[in-house]
């Protein structure tokens, strides 16, 4: 009898095979001790190495280089994770993040960013990081505006200049995210994209009136505002109606081998432009006492950007009760289609336009409906009462037929 050979045993490889190697090195953790990271915060980290599928020992090694990699990256999932994890009081994990930066205030009043850990790739707009940070913003500065907390003297002081500060680093890294990661014409179609893919919310209902700061005579708004997300509206990007692209300080300013260039002589009128109609990131919920204890009034700004809005003042509001003026958002209660309906009225009538939907909301003592809102009733009055003319003249027209018709009976 023929004996049969018995087939090879395969044996697999399970993920406790390798459990050895899920961890960090004794130089790795006291690195990560050294960067001030709690022992909750290092769990929290070892964690995430075993929260994927190890084929290999090769895989796991690649995995603990990204994973190294994206601890130094501020608000990678794995340092939002170590934050929310690390304790502590809210003001010193504020604390804790601007020392990783290594913020320190320049001679102009700038915030340069000098540590070694950077901002993570994945940091979106909406991110869990930034309602974390911001939460303990609120938390730290709940009683007293953060520019009478930054007059004062000590810790708490220098605390609530830099936080102030470094909320314009948010902004630069919004809108190099946005820029970099999603597909588009100009920024606006990227910001849209953003928003389709990441399926948030945005918020087209807040003033954009320090963003629209003007030389000479104000005649209307170059520029809209974006927020985001809807509810918390953290994060701002300032669209040009013209370009369709964003408008920000991050456009402009310069590097050396220092940093970032703060001189304002080193920039000309035009920059200051840019600087003074420039984003800016929300510690506060707007339309709450917080927007305003940390978001309006807020500590001195950096030489640069006071000297842009030296230059270049803003219109006040057409409601605003003790000034009124002649702004008017034309992005309002219609969001993108506000921008959409504004793009179809020709360069050279917009200022037109833009009297007659400031006339319009003044007279009718409304709340700004945005320009879509406006634009598509006035062309619908002027659709009817075009039919309403060619009915009337089609009458006459009939009425002149026939009267010619009996002038030429009486004739023959």
Same mark, same amino acid.
């Given at each position: 009898?023929?004996?049969?050979?018995?087939?090879?045993?395969?044996?697999?490889?399970?993920?406790?095979?390798?459990?050895?190697?899920?961890?960090?090195?004794?130089?790795?953790?006291?690195?990560?001790?050294?960067?001030?990271?709690?022992?909750?915060?290092?769990?929290?980290?070892?964690?995430?190495?075993?929260?994927?599928?190890?084929?290999?020992?090769?895989?796991?090694?690649?995995?603990?280089?990204?994973?190294?990699?994206?601890?130094?990256?501020?608000?990678?999932?794995?340092?939002?994770?170590?934050?929310?994890?690390?304790?502590?009081?809210?003001?010193?994990?504020?604390?804790?993040?601007?020392?990783?930066?290594?913020?320190?205030?320049?001679?102009?009043?700038?915030?340069?960013?000098?540590?070694?850990?950077?901002?993570?790739?994945?940091?979106?707009?909406?991110?869990?990081?930034?309602?974390?940070?911001?939460?303990?913003? $609120?938390?730290?500065?709940? &009683?007293?505006? /953060?520019? +009478? %907390?930054?007059?004062?003297?000590?810790?708490?002081?220098?605390? #609530?200049?830099?936080?102030?500060?470094?909320?314009?680093?948010?902004?630069?890294?919004?809108?190099?995210?946005?820029?970099?990661?999603?597909?588009?014409?100009?920024?606006?179609?990227?910001?849209?994209?953003?928003?389709?893919?990441?399926?948030?919310?945005?918020?087209?209902?807040?003033?954009?009136?320090?963003?629209?700061?003007?030389?000479?005579?104000?005649?209307?708004?170059?520029?809209?505002?974006?927020?985001?997300?809807?509810?918390?509206?953290?994060?701002?990007?300032?669209?040009?109606?013209?370009?369709?692209?964003?408008?920000?300080?991050?456009?402009?300013?310069?590097?050396?081998?220092?940093?970032?260039?703060?001189?304002?002589?080193?920039?000309?009128?035009?920059?200051?432009?840019?600087?003074?109609?420039?984003?800016?990131?929300?510690?506060? $919920?707007?339309?709450?006492? &917080?927007?305003? /204890?940390? +978001? %309006?009034?807020?500590?001195?700004?950096?030489?640069?950007?006071? #000297?842009?809005?030296?230059?270049?003042?803003?219109?006040?509001?057409?409601?605003?009760?003790?000034?009124?003026?002649?702004?008017?958002?034309?992005?309002?209660?219609?969001?993108?289609?506000?921008?959409?309906?504004?793009?179809?009225?020709?360069?050279?009538?917009?200022?037109?336009?833009?009297?007659?939907?400031?006339?319009?909301?003044?007279?009718?003592?409304?709340?700004?409906?945005?320009?879509?809102?406006?634009?598509?009733?006035?062309?619908?009055?002027?659709?009817?009462?075009?039919?309403?003319?060619?009915?009337?003249?089609?009458?006459?027209?009939?009425?002149?037929?026939?009267?010619?018709?009996?002038?030429?009976?009486?004739?023959?």
């Amino acid at each position: 009898m023929k004996l049969r050979t018995a087939a090879p045993i395969k044996i697999k490889r399970s993920k406790g095979q390798f459990r050895g190697n899920l961890d960090f090195t004794s130089a790795q953790e006291q690195s990560l001790s050294e960067d001030g990271w709690s022992k909750g915060a290092i769990a929290a980290a070892k964690k995430a190495l075993y929260q994927a599928d190890w084929s290999s020992l090769k895989a796991i090694q690649q995995r603990q280089a990204r994973l190294w990699q994206a601890i130094h990256e501020v608000g990678s999932p794995v340092y939002t994770a170590m934050y929310r994890a690390q304790g502590g009081s809210p003001a010193e994990r504020l604390n804790f993040v601007l020392q990783h930066f290594g913020a320190v205030i320049d001679d102009f009043g700038f915030l340069q960013l000098t540590g070694s850990y950077r901002f993570s790739s994945e940091l979106a707009p909406h991110s869990d990081f930034y309602k974390l940070f911001r939460t303990d913003v $609120q938390h730290t500065f709940k &009683s007293e505006s /953060l520019a +009478d %907390i930054a007059e004062g003297n000590g810790e708490l002081a220098t605390l #609530a200049q830099k936080i102030h500060l470094l909320r314009y680093h948010f902004d630069r890294h919004n809108v190099a995210y946005i820029r970099s990661t999603y597909p588009g014409d100009d920024d606006f179609q990227k910001l849209l994209n953003y928003q389709s893919f990441c399926k948030v919310d945005f918020d087209y209902q807040t003033d954009a009136t320090y963003h629209n700061r003007y030389q000479g005579e104000f005649k209307l708004p170059d520029n809209f505002k974006v927020q985001v997300p809807e509810k918390e509206k953290m994060s701002e990007f300032i669209v040009n109606f013209k370009t369709g692209n964003f408008v920000s300080e991050w456009n402009v300013l310069q590097l050396d081998d220092d940093g970032i260039i703060t001189d304002p002589s080193a920039y000309d009128n035009e920059d200051l432009k840019a600087i003074a109609d420039t984003e800016s990131f929300n510690y506060g $919920q707007v339309h709450k006492a &917080s927007h305003r /204890l940390l +978001d %309006i009034d807020h500590p001195a700004d950096g030489q640069l950007r006071r #000297a842009a809005v030296k230059a270049y003042p803003y219109e006040h509001d057409f409601n605003d009760d003790d000034a009124p003026g002649r702004y008017i958002d034309i992005v309002k209660g219609g969001g993108r289609f506000d921008y959409y309906a504004w793009q179809q009225v020709k360069e050279e009538d917009q200022a037109y336009w833009y009297q007659a939907f400031l006339t319009y909301c003044q007279e009718h003592k409304m709340k700004n409906p945005g320009f879509a809102y406006f634009y598509n009733a006035q062309l619908k009055r002027d659709e009817e009462m075009a039919e309403k003319e060619a009915k009337l003249e089609a009458k006459a027209e009939k009425r002149r037929a026939k009267k010619a018709k009996k002038a030429g009976k009486h004739e023959q």
